[in-house]
């Protein structure tokens, strides 16, 4: 006989970790289902940042920042593929739950501007403590239940044609759950799943694989066989700025660009503004010779290391050896075997237009969006890292609407059906902001848990 909860949650990083948090904080009985042997999933992998505005942190440091303006940049960085009422979602309830992830326990330790930020808004977290905190506060409620290696392996509907049974798998068994008043999966995208890569992102093949071990899709399939429809496809992108050595374990990724390095192919040419989304210059790089491309930048730019950084902590990645450092350009294109006299020349125009306050060749006039100024290129020593591109995440899925529930072919919400997170399409379009992924994770299994829970007592 299956067991009821209100709830039912699939997958345990941080959207389902909110989702679970939101429902029990309300008294309502959930189950969460995650098929690894221990909680976070990919939430684990991210960059740190979560994309807030008008917080605290950003007033202590005199950043100016709204709503408004982090749906504008959201937009534009989208390039208006985005589905806007989804990103006003976001943008309605960013601050209340940014504040709801700190009285639950949740650490922010400082604010950086990153790529899609106007001013600086990547609050940054340590992802273990925050997601150890959210499950412990979950535990606390004493209204939640983990079952942690258990993969969920079908939906079905009850007798009233709503998603309301979860089939799933532990220690060889087979187990059915009822949720009386919804399911909500928050089970990742197929970053790890070659057979769906090759399908939807074949342009992809050459981009290293780092995704959480369990981003194989299973989730996108259980709702596909009931009708759901995808978005965002089409705009599948890797992610710009890892060395070739980086793993799942160890990520050695950099985003020196964002400080004021520009970016050469083995040819000593720069290919891309370097102040676009870093999705964006992940594309251009895949077109470069051998998929090969290299950070070059000085001592200036070294300095703004930030120590424990996920994206800008140079000083580590040079004490790994996976930085280059030279006296001279001449010295340093030797030692990454590019042409000297080419990377001289690129340098020197470079650092000639940057001076004239025009950079012609592709138009970089910012560090990063909007934000922050150009850096001349002269300080010695020199730095370079070889960089390529890896799919950490996809970014793309199940159609969801403003209420996380996963929506037919004709916009049609699937009842009893919501998702959030990675596995969730439409809401990035063809670029992406840095933070708002674990952004929309927290805000949007917050969401799914309020409507499932609000929404079935008028059903």
């Known amino acids: 006989m299956s067991e009821s909860y209100n709830v039912i949650v699939v997958g345990a990083g941080m959207a389902g970790l909110c989702a679970a948090l939101e429902a029990a904080q309300t008294g309502a009985k959930v189950l969460v289902l995650e098929k690894e042997r221990a909680i976070g999933g990919s939430s684990l992998l991210s960059g740190r940042f979560m994309a807030f505005a ?3 942190l ?3 440091t005199g950043i100016a920042d709204s709503s408004e303006l982090l749906i504008a940049d959201m937009l534009e960085v989208g ?3 985005n589905e806007k009422k989804l990103v006003e979602a976001y943008g309605e309830h960013q601050y209340e739950t940014y504040q709801w992830l700190v009285e639950n326990g949740v650490e922010f330790e400082a604010v950086r501007a990153a790529s899609g930020h106007s001013v600086p808004r990547g609050h940054t977290i340590n992802p273990l403590q925050a997601l150890t905190s959210l499950y412990d506060q979950a535990l606390q409620t004493g209204n939640v239940s983990f ?16 998603i309301s049974v979860v089939i799933y798998e532990k220690d060889g068994l087979e187990y059915t759950a009822k949720a009386e008043q919804g399911v909500i999966l928050t089970c990742g995208g197929f970053s790890k799943s070659e057979a769906m890569l090759e399908s939807f992102a074949p342009q992809l093949h050459a981009a290293l694989r780092i995704g959480g071990k369990g981003n194989v899709g299973d989730g996108i399939k259980l709702a596909w066989e009931h009708g759901a429809w995808v978005r965002d496809l089409p705009y599948l992108q890797g992610t710009y700025g890892f060395h070739p050595t980086a793993s799942g374990e160890k990520k050695s990724q950099a985003h ?18 370097e102040s676009i989304s870093y999705k964006l210059i992940g594309t251009e790089a895949l077109k470069q010779e051998d998929t090969v491309s290299y950070q070059i930048w000085d001592q200036g730019i070294m300095n703004e290391s930030v120590p424990g950084d996920a994206l800008y902590d140079f000083e580590n990645l040079y004490s790994l050896g996976l930085i280059e450092k030279a006296q001279t350009i001449e010295e340093l294109a030797n030692l990454i075997n590019i042409p000297p006299e080419s990377l001289l020349e690129t340098i020197t125009k470079y650092n000639n237009e940057i001076q004239s306050g025009s950079e012609k060749e592709f138009g970089r006039k910012t560090l990063t969006h909007t934000f922050g100024v150009p850096k001349q290129i002269i300080k010695a020593p020199f730095y370079a890292m070889v960089t390529t591109v890896a799919m950490l995440a996809t970014y793309a899925g199940l159609a969801v609407n403003e209420n996380a529930q996963v929506l037919n072919p004709f916009n049609e919400p699937i009842d009893g059906l919501y998702a959030a997170g990675e596995i969730a399409g439409g809401f990035h379009g063809a670029g992406y902001m840095t933070g708002s992924s674990l952004g929309k994770a927290a805000i949007f299994g917050r969401i799914a848990a309020q409507k499932a829970l609000s929404i079935s007592v008028f059903h």
């Open 256 to 273: 020196v660009f964002y400080k004021g390095a520009i970016i050469v192919n083995k040819k000593g040419k720069r290919f891309v503004n």
């Open 58 to 60: 950003q007033d202590n």
């Open 79 to 81: 390039q208006g593929k």
């Open 147 to 162: 079952e942690l290696e258990s993969a969920a392996k079908r939906l079905r509907k009850g007798s009233d044609g709503r």
């Open 54 to 56: 008008g917080t605290d």
